[in-house]
């Protein structure tokens, strides 16, 4: 029985091993290339910040398929053990209300980060959202309860000090044509969207451990279905009072490299900017919010360095300095886990020692 059950509980860590590896890989494609395409669609005619911000949640549908698979194996599951077939959508009405809730707030953060990128070069907003990971620890601490070691500390303090190496430059970074005015309206308002998505990150773990159900990576995936199309009405309706609808097709024919790229472009977008919402939420499930901000963080200088390369933008020394910190971070973050995992492995076998304060 007990080796069973050994069996059983090895078969579930590596299914959290490949999942949370499927997640960083999402959240991966979405933090790196999901402003890149945004960036693309500003800099070559594209002027609808709202259109944008639509883009970033507009592919949730693709949650379908996924969703459609995991109803079909719990159904076959069901049928095989005799019990009653299982309900086409499991959230209860309370979880329903607390996803419809962070999906608006994620549309207003949607907002307000298309409009930073339309107005600041890629390598500039990447280095304001790098704070976010500040926010995220803050409120991560206030409202799950975040248990921090000197490694995960120190991860935040190195990724925090590269973002303010980042910003030692940020001045000259105006794209030219662009009013002083529109250049700090757009650092202001990535500074809240990165404040917004600091509080977002911990809210969806506070819910994950409130929720009266048993949480799965099914039922998470429905939470980001209802929080994605709850973030795209609060867009939609900004495109309806913004007239965007009546504007694409003429942007379209106007886009510098043609209308077929323009619409590819926003395709690209909405697919890419899913990856980095299941991505995070999925990173959220397996792991933490704090080590889902950290993730998107150590990212962001490698943004920055595609960005240089593909738009040409300026790679001073300071985002190099701030590239080391980032991996230093990392680095440090992924050794105390490690340890820790260890300590933790080390007391589960000896029914002598103390509880340990990680458990």
Not at 183 to 196: D, E, N, Q, R
Request: net charge positive.
């Amino acid at each position: 029985m007990a080796e069973g059950r050994s069996e059983e509980d090895k078969d579930d860590r590596t299914m959290k091993r490949l999942l949370l590896t499927t997640n960083c890989l999402l959240l991966t494609i979405g933090t790196s290339g999901g402003p890149l395409v945004m960036r693309l669609y500003f800099l070559h005619g594209g002027h609808r910040v709202w259109l944008s911000s639509f883009l970033e949640t507009a592919g949730f549908p693709l949650m379908l398929l996924p969703l459609a698979v995991s109803y079909l194996r719990r159904r076959r599951t069901a049928s095989a053990a005799g019990t009653a077939k299982p309900k086409l959508i499991s959230m209860k009405p309370p979880l329903l209300a607390a996803s419809t809730f962070i999906g608006i707030l994620t549309g207003l953060d949607d907002y307000l980060y298309a409009y930073g990128v339309a107005r600041l070069p890629v390598s500039t907003s990447a280095l304001i959202i790098a704070t976010q990971l500040g926010f995220t620890a803050f409120f991560a601490f206030l409202l799950v309860r975040q248990k921090f070691t000197a490694y995960s500390i120190n991860a935040v303090v190195m990724l925090t000090v590269g973002a303010g190496v980042l910003a030692l430059h940020t001045s000259g970074d105006r794209p030219p044509g662009e009013s002083v005015k529109e250049y700090v309206m757009g650092f202001v308002m990535t500074v809240i969207a990165a404040a917004l998505y600091g509080f977002v990150l911990p809210l969806i773990e506070l819910v994950y451990q409130k929720i009266k159900q048993p949480l799965t990576y099914s039922l998470v995936m429905e939470i980001q279905f209802v929080m994605c199309f709850s973030a795209t009405l609060f867009c939609l309706l900004g495109m309806i009072i913004n007239n965007d609808f009546k504007v694409i097709p003429r942007e379209a024919k106007q886009f510098e490299h043609g209308e077929g790229s323009y619409y590819a472009v926003l395709v690209g977008s909405a697919i890419i900017w899913q990856a980095f919402f299941l991505g995070a939420i999925g990173v959220i499930f397996c792991a933490s919010s704090l080590f889902s901000g950290i993730l998107i963080a150590v990212l962001l200088p490698v943004t920055e360095v595609l960005a240089v390369i593909f738009y040409k933008e300026k790679f001073q020394a300071e985002k190099g300095v701030s590239l080391l910190l980032s991996l230093w971070g990392m680095v440090s973050y992924f050794y105390g886990e490690i340890k820790h995992s260890r300590k933790r492995k080390k007391k589960n076998s000896d029914p002598e020692a103390e509880p340990s304060q990680y458990s």
